[in-house]
């Protein structure tokens, strides 16, 4: 059963930091891995997909890598700004279904 | 930009009432699905949907839950008895087909929730 990591749970950064937040699965047979943005009390918005061919994606400031035989992801946010504080949700792909981690929580301070 | 969307916003019940909830995909996506988030804990998994059957549900998924694409636009999630413990933000989701590819190898775009309260 596959099961989803993210690690901190909770993160607190000056504004213009750049940051990584980290996702870990344990089966790695999976096809991809997407990973959100969850603003408090809504829904969730894809920030990137990464193919399990693929080793990164990148979309503006954030860049997500992909390592499958270790079963981790991370999410660097480069230059984080105030309107990058939410939670940040990754999840694996092994069939229909997104198994999601619980989330980590930014908050970046002006 | 196109975008799945989701009513109502937020639904009140009393234990054992039936609820529906209502999402309109994303308009040329054929796969659907439900997920719940109760309150502090992980986004789950409860079904996909696809050429009119369900195609993968979860052990949550059981008989009090029911899903439905009624006309070529809604896709609904139907709980027939409400419990406290079904109290959650239900999201729907849609994707794609890449040409020539698989479903599971596309990208899910999520609506803005229902929050369900069952009291």
């Known amino acids: 059963k596959q099961e989803v990591t993210q690690i901190p749970a909770a993160l607190s950064v000056p504004e213009g930091e750049n940051l990584v937040l980290n996702c870990s699965f344990t089966?790695?047979?999976?096809?991809?891995l997407q990973w959100f943005r969850q603003d408090p009390g809504k829904g969730l918005t894809s920030l990137l997909l990464?193919?399990?061919?693929?080793r990164e994606q990148t979309s503006g400031r954030l860049n997500a890598s992909l390592d499958k035989s270790s079963g981790r992801s991370t999410l660097y946010i480069a230059a984080s700004q105030p309107g990058d504080s939410a939670t940040y949700l990754c999840?694996?792909?092994?069939?229909?279904?997104?198994?999601f981690g619980k989330g980590t929580k930014l908050t970046v301070n002006p | 930009e196109p975008e799945v969307t989701q009513t109502p916003s937020h639904q009140v019940t009393q234990m054992g009432q039936e609820v529906i909830l209502r999402c309109v995909p994303i308009?040329?996506?054929?796969?659907f699905y439900w997920y719940r988030q109760i309150l502090g804990q992980k986004v789950e998994f409860l079904v996909s949907?696809?050429?009119?059957?369900?195609?993968?549900k979860s052990e949550i998924f059981d008989d009090q839950f029911s899903v439905e694409r009624p006309d070529g636009s809604n896709f609904t999630l139907k709980i027939r008895s409400t419990k406290l413990e079904d109290s959650a933000m239900y999201f729907c989701?849609?994707?794609?087909?890449?040409?020539?590819?698989?479903?599971?190898?596309?990208?899910?775009?999520f609506g803005p929730g229902t929050r369900l309260t069952v009291l």
């Open positions: 989701a849609s994707s794609d087909r890449l040409a020539g590819g698989r479903s599971s190898y596309n990208e899910q775009f």
């Open positions: 089966d790695s047979a999976i096809y991809n």
């Open positions: 990464i193919q399990s061919s693929q």
């Open positions: 999840a694996a792909r092994r069939s229909e279904k997104l198994v």
């Open positions: 308009s040329n996506h054929l796969y």
């Open positions: 949907f696809y050429n009119n059957e369900i195609s993968e």
